[in-house]
């Protein structure tokens, strides 16, 4: 990480009143999250489409929901990194400051986030698939499998995006108007290749912002970022916050 880099953009975040963070899996790999396109991707031991597409879950609901209850077993021992809590820290530094995250995990409200906008659901919640209800069900494992509702009986399915599906439009318009009003985005730890969560940087360019990418390689975005860190966002993000808080101490 080049200091010259550092301090510019630092200078730069001190004046921004307005600041969005987009996030992908990289966020959470630190705290022992796997992500889903890296060598031990998920998506490289399991074929997406005969685990998260409405089409698997009609066909085999009990082998979807074995595969989300072992995930959500992972994850629940899990705790926040010093990312998510940077990030979370941020909300009382910037007048106006929000998360758009691609993760289903929680984990950055877990590390105190408040304006989280889940793009893709969250895996603790779970949704009637007749009537639509979403409910947050923390037990683990579930007790029973495939979990029905308590009300009709219909199956509950996880309340996350599958492959095919669109995104719910009020959670994408209130991301789509966080990225054309910042003035910094941040882009952390996502191979934007996921459309349309992919396009909120491009968004948030063409409405002036300047954008900021975190991540262990570069992606299909680094050449359009202003800048680019390259590394672990649990070690990144905080040089750039006690950088940051030097800079603005009164
Ligand atoms: P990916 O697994 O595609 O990408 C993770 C990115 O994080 C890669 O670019 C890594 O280089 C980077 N990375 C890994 N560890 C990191 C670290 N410690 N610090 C910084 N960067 C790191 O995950 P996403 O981009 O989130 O959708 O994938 C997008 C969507 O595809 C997911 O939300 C999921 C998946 O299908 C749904 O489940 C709906």
């Known amino acids: 990480m080049g200091e010259y880099q ?5 200078e730069f975040l001190a004046g921004a009143g307005r600041v969005a963070v987009l996030t992908g899996a990289g966020i959470s790999a630190e705290s022992g999250v796997p992500t889903f396109r890296g060598k031990d991707g998920l998506w490289k031991q399991h074929k997406a489409e005969t685990l998260a597409t409405p089409e698997a879950f009609e066909r085999d609901p009990k082998l979807v929901w074995e595969w989300y209850d072992w995930r959500r077993g ?5 705790e926040p990194n010093a990312g998510h809590r940077v990030i ?6 910037f007048g106006e400051m929000a998360v758009i995250t691609q993760n289903v995990d929680g984990l950055h409200a877990k590390a105190g986030s408040q304006n989280v906008v889940e793009l893709h659901g969250n895996i ?3 949704r009637c698939t007749r009537e639509g209800t979403v409910e947050e069900v923390r037990d683990n494992p579930l007790p029973h499998i495939p979990p029905v509702c308590p009300n009709c009986g219909s199956f509950l399915r996880p309340h996350i995006v599958w492959f095919g599906e669109s995104l719910d439009p009020v959670v994408l318009d209130r991301a789509t108007d966080l990225s054309e009003s910042c003035q910094v985005m941040f882009v952390i730890g996502t191979s934007a290749v996921v459309h349309p969560a992919a396009s909120l940087p491009y968004a948030a360019a063409r409405a002036g912002a300047k954008i900021i990418e975190v991540n262990l390689e570069p992606t299909s975005l680094t050449p359009h970022a202003n800048f680019f860190f390259p590394g672990k966002a649990g070690e990144i993000l905080p040089v750039l916050d006690r950088q940051l808080r030097e800079w603005t101490k009164p």
Do not use: D, H, M, T
Request: hydrophobic content about 65%; cysteine-free; glycine content about 6%.
């Open 88 to 93: 979370a820290g941020w909300e009382r530094l």
């Open 74 to 78: 992972l994850i629940a021992p899990v």
């Open 6 to 10: 550092v301090e510019e953009v630092v």
């Open 124 to 126: 603790w919640k779970l």
